[in-house]
Antibody, heavy 120, light 108 residues
């Protein structure tokens, strides 16, 4: 059964770069898109972006090119970097495995979540 | 359009049936997937595709779609079903993913 475990710094200052990594256990890395999703405190879910094993990415245009996604297939890790963070980037960040067909996209399973707080 | 709209809150009496809806133009092309999220936990996939339940999800959860509206139906709501529910799909371009704003389900 696939499991995702994520880690990264939880407290950042404005203008710093957020960096998170997610490890995939118990599943092949290929054949899926691997996503990052965040949730500000008390608010809803926001998709950040996705990457596959070949390094092909899609990301949320609302984040204005601050997102860098990378993958290390040898370690079965994928990572998120979000530059120039502000308080508005304070959220719980989740990694998730994305399944996609022609007609649908779903996320299962999810990592445990990492609370990232941006504060001076 | 890249938006999915959900009612902020819905309530249901214990044992009764409730429908949670998700509206958006992209749903004319894509099926929604649905997630249950309880406080302090990561979201849990409950329905994906036309009407598929992951292993371990009770069959009281079902999904349907018509036009620009996707629905999650809970038949015989239980106290443990009280949670926030989110829908998602691809946006109309197919290149990005969008989530609905979430619906807080209260079981009375």
């Amino acid at each position: 059964q696939v499991q995702l475990q994520q880690w990264g710094a939880g407290l950042l200052k404005p203008s710093e770069t957020l960096s998170l990594t997610c490890a995939v256990y118990g599943e092949s890395f290929s054949g899926y898109y691997w996503s990052w999703i965040r949730q500000p405190p008390g608010k809803g879910l926001e998709w950040i972006g996705e990457i596959n094993h070949s390094g092909i990415t899609n990301d949320n245009p609302s984040l204005k090119s601050r997102v860098t996604l990378s993958v290390d297939t040898s370690k079965k890790h994928f990572s998120l970097a979000l530059s120039s963070v502000t308080a508005a980037d304070t959220a719980v960040y989740y990694c998730a495995r994305g399944g996609t067909t022609v007609t649908t996209t779903w996320f299962d399973p999810w990592g445990q979540g990492t609370l990232v707080t941006v504060s001076s | 359009s890249s938006e999915l709209t959900q009612d902020p809150a819905v309530s249901v009496a214990l044992g009764q049936t409730v429908r949670i809806t998700c509206q958006g133009d992209s749903l004319r092309r894509y099926y929604a997937s649905w997630y249950q999220q309880k406080p302090g936990q990561a979201p849990l996939l409950v329905i994906y595709g036309k009407n598929n339940r992951p292993s371990g999800i009770p069959d009281r959860f079902s999904g349907s779609s018509s036009g620009n509206t996707a629905s999650l139906t809970l038949t015989g709501a239980q106290a443990e079903d009280e949670a926030d529910y989110y829908c998602n799909s691809r946006d109309s371009s197919g290149n990005h993913v969008v989530f609905g704003g979430g619906t807080k389900l209260t079981v009375l």
